[in-house]
RNA sequence: GGAGGAGUCGCAUAAUGGUAUUGCAGCAGAUUGCUAAUCUGUAGCCUUUAAUCGGGCUUGUGGGUUCAAGUCCCGCCUCCUCCGCCA
């Protein structure tokens, strides 16, 4: 969310941004709305003004006069009541419109209207080349024994999996490297709920109910399945005040996320690539609004530095104003090398790291406190994504496969998952 | 899930239905003069203003009763005690 007295300063330049980032919002309904809102609030509170004066007055008065004040006031409680009612529906089409005003964007994201006008700044190592056919990652999983999607769907549905054998060692060695990347660089390590109120929901930038939400909503309660971690972990300092010096706070999130992938179908939807359910370590910041910028930087640095370790061929895109989410200012996503996407391979997204400044702050009341100035201003939140489990295993898979059938385990997960490489097996169930 | 109790500023506390008290801490100012003390002021949000003044809202939260609600009634949230269930 945006400071409203922000929006009412600078109507063009705010119109300017919501075209260029494609956001289907009407910024002159705002701007009517808001003022229709301060009006019928002013009006009411004139009416306040003067029932309270009646009331004060009550207490000292005689009987006959009672009778009276009881008369006069009785008008007001009327008329309060009508305007209430009328705030209230003002104040509901005011909110749904004003939280599909998506935040700024930092002045070098490019220009472009969907993914193909993301720009790639950096590509690190060669597309995998084979010697051999090689086979895609729902092939391998069925010959190693490791991935089994047909039990999953007679369970839950399409786009569910089992994991089995060691693609679970593969998935718990990816999430405590991830952990361990993350402490190192002063992450503090949670577990966080994989359900939250629809408001924390609505409080980080996502709409948990209505037709193209990605949210799966629970029937008991205002309660949703969380798509993400970054939405527990924003929430975790929802209506806090921190004290400026213990800015940074860096929080790393293991959860499991799931999504509806609603009108997503048949794109890149095979096999592991769009899951409803899958596991994430997320990394997330709560920063000082002067560190945000050189932050985001560090936090692609820990992205590369998870993938480099992997070993995986990727590119680094900076995405473009047309592709960024509501709350997103800023946003790099790394796409790691991927044989079987589209014709002859192709990259696919495997993290995002987004500097949201203060936009996700402002509607969670994340704030910080100067000790000496005592001043107290939002701060600015990042969150990326340090492993989203199952693309990675589908990379390493893809990538990592042999002319003799089996897929070898990059090295540095070796301790990790004690495994050097996945051999075929027979499949017994 | 059931029964009972509680929730007032960062902490602690007060308020026969009558318009949120006091202490500590923090912050600001004054004074004294030095491992600090004393005094004064100081909650938040919205609105108004050049800035003040002023007005409105806020006792977990949303409703209700009332001229008036921290106080009475109802729903929800959180915590505590006990019971039940359970990995």
């Not at 009407?26 to 509170?45: A, F």
């Not at 190693?144 to 399409?158: H, Q």
């Not at 806090?240 to 959860?255: D, F, Q, R, T, Y």
């Not at 992205?303 to 960024?324: H, T």
């Amino acid at each position: 969310m945006l400071d409203i007295r922000f929006i009412l300063k600078n109507v063009d330049l705010i119109k300017q941004n919501t075209r260029e980032r494609y956001a289907n919002v009407d910024v002159d309904k705002v701007v009517t709305l808001y003022g229709q809102l301060k009006q019928k609030r002013q009006s009411l509170e004139e009416i306040q003004r003067r029932s309270n004066q009646i009331a004060g007055r009550f207490k000292s008065a005689d009987k006959t006069t009672r009778k009276q004040l009881k008369a006069e006031v009785v008008g007001l409680k009327q008329t309060i009541a009508v305007i209430k009612d009328e705030i209230v529906f003002v104040e509901n089409e005011y909110t749904e419109e004003m939280l599909k005003i998506p935040n700024l964007v930092a002045s070098d994201v490019p220009q472009g209207k969907d993914e193909y006008g993301n720009v790639p700044i950096k590509y690190i190592g060669e597309p995998t080349k084979f010697g051999f056919k090689p086979l895609d990652h729902v092939e391998l999983g069925k010959k190693l024994d490791i991935l089994d999607f047909e039990a999953a769907a007679k369970v839950t549905g399409s786009k569910f999996y089992f994991l089995k054998n060691e693609a679970v060692l593969l998935e718990l060695g990816l999430i405590r490297y991830a952990l361990e990347l993350a402490i190192k660089h002063g992450f503090t390590p949670v577990t966080t709920p994989e359900i939250a109120r629809d408001k924390i929901i609505t409080a980080s930038g996502f709409s948990p109910r209505g037709p193209e939400s990605q949210i799966y909503s629970l029937t008991k309660g205002a309660l949703s399945l969380i798509g993400t971690s970054e939405i527990t972990l924003g929430g975790y300092m929802a209506n806090a005040v921190i004290p400026e010096k213990n800015l940074p706070i860096k929080i790393s999130g293991v959860s499991h996320c799931f999504r509806t992938e609603a009108g997503s179908g048949g794109r890149e939807s095979k096999g592991l690539y769009r899951v409803h359910q899958f596991s994430k370590v997320e990394l997330y910041q709560f920063v000082h609004p002067d560190k945000s910028a050189i932050v985001h930087e560090e936090m692609l640095a820990i992205e590369e530095e998870f993938y480099q370790a992997l070993e995986l061929p990727y590119r680094v895109l900076l995405m473009c104003k047309g592709d960024l989410g509501t709350p997103a200012y800023r946003k790099y996503d790394i796409e790691a090398w991927m044989p079987f996407i589209g014709e002859g391979g192709g990259y696919g997204e495997v993290t995002s790291a987004s500097n949201c400044t203060d936009f996700q702050a402002r509607r969670l009341n994340t704030k910080f406190k100067n000790r000496v100035t005592g001043k107290i201003d939002f701060v600015h939140t990042l969150n990326g994504t340090a492993v989203a489990v199952t693309r990675t295993i589908l990379a390493i898979l893809e990538n990592n496969q042999q002319a003799d059938g089996t897929v070898l385990i990059p090295e540095i997960l070796q301790d990790y998952t004690g495994l050097q490489y996945i051999k075929p097996k027979a499949r017994k169930f």
